[in-house]
């Protein structure tokens, strides 16, 4: 289960930089 969260986080993370490189 904590690793299920976690994974979760890393991809949120992930995916807020991305729409963060966007212009």
């Not at 994974?7 to 966007?22: A, E, Q, V, W």
């Amino acid at each position: 289960l904590v690793e299920h969260l976690k994974l979760r986080g890393f991809i949120l993370s992930r995916s807020t930089t991305y729409l963060r490189l966007l212009p």
